[in-house]
């Protein structure tokens, strides 16, 4: 495909949906621009086979497609260095995908009047997992977004892992499950191979047994369809070693902090998009 997709701003975000993009053999590097303020810094880029500039106008004019990939707060800032930046005269109407947490379709829109010609946005909020295409990417899109820009962007994630689309007050009340889940789930991983570790288990096999627990465990709950909890109880049978250690998790409030990591974490994305 001859679609050119840029990233304003190239930190780990940026990258993770790069790689998972890239999985797709309809694009390849050299229809990737990427913009940051420091060169250096993009170095990973360029060995991708990238094309990197300091300048976001430059991606701006080049692309098809633009993903914001910067924090909340220096939106104006890098968009501002778009008018300044620009290396031809702008399309008419540009499509934004933003992957800024807590920053709403409204809000964007208002950053986006420094520009002097229409533009539509899909808002996304998107996790790390998307650059081994096991990812989840949420997604809702503005009101002038047409329906073949969504097909699009499902079509350019495709190599990601799973694309839905969901209304935009489920995007930061839900949207942390999927972008903050993976830290929280490498926690368990790290944990759960340090108990075995304390058995005995060399540390690389404890991992890798803990890795691909975590993988089976969703597999089975997405692929039989039953309740977690159901597929818990087929695990323990009575008196055994399971149900003791589902015991030390509950005395640990293991479910509690978990539902607790959420809460916070969403109330943080509600508090970056007031900035």
């Keep these: 495909m001859s679609l050119t997709i840029g990233f304003i701003g190239g930190g780990n975000m940026s990258t993770a949906i790069a790689k998972g993009i890239l999985r797709n053999d309809s ?63 702008p399309r008419k109407n540009f499509f934004f995908v933003s992957m800024l947490a807590g920053v709403t379709i409204e809000n964007l829109h208002k950053a986006f009047k420094v520009f002097n010609f229409p533009t539509s946005v899909i808002r996304i ?15 809702t899109p503005d009101d002038r977004v047409k329906p073949e820009q969504c097909t699009l962007l499902e079509k350019v994630l495709s190599g990601c892992g799973i694309c839905e689309e969901v209304t935009e007050t489920l995007m930061n009340s839900g949207g942390t499950l999927p972008a903050c889940g993976p830290a929280f789930m490498y926690i368990v991983i790290e944990a759960l191979a340090d108990g075995a570790v304390k058995q005995g288990v060399p540390r690389a096999m404890a991992l890798r047994w803990a890795s691909q627990v975590l993988v089976g465990s969703g597999e089975m709950v997405l692929q039989s369809k039953k309740h977690p909890g159901l597929l818990k109880d087929e695990v323990c049978s009575p008196g055994g070693s399971t149900i003791c250690g589902v015991t030390a998790l509950e005395n640990g409030r293991l479910r509690a902090t978990l539902i607790n990591a959420v809460e916070a974490a969403t109330l943080r994305t509600y508090e970056m998009g007031k900035k």
């Design 27 to 89: 694009y390849s590097a050299s229809q990737i621009w990427v913009s940051g303020p420091h060169i250096a810094h993009l170095k990973h880029w360029e060995e991708m086979g990238a094309n990197v500039t300091d300048k976001n106008g430059e991606v701006l004019s080049k692309c098809d497609v633009v993903f914001l990939g910067i924090k909340p707060g220096v939106l104006s800032f890098a968009l501002s260095d778009c008018l300044k930046s620009f290396s031809d005269y």
């Design 125 to 139: 909020m998107p996790n790390t997992p998307m650059s081994v295409g096991a990812g989840i990417c949420l997604y």
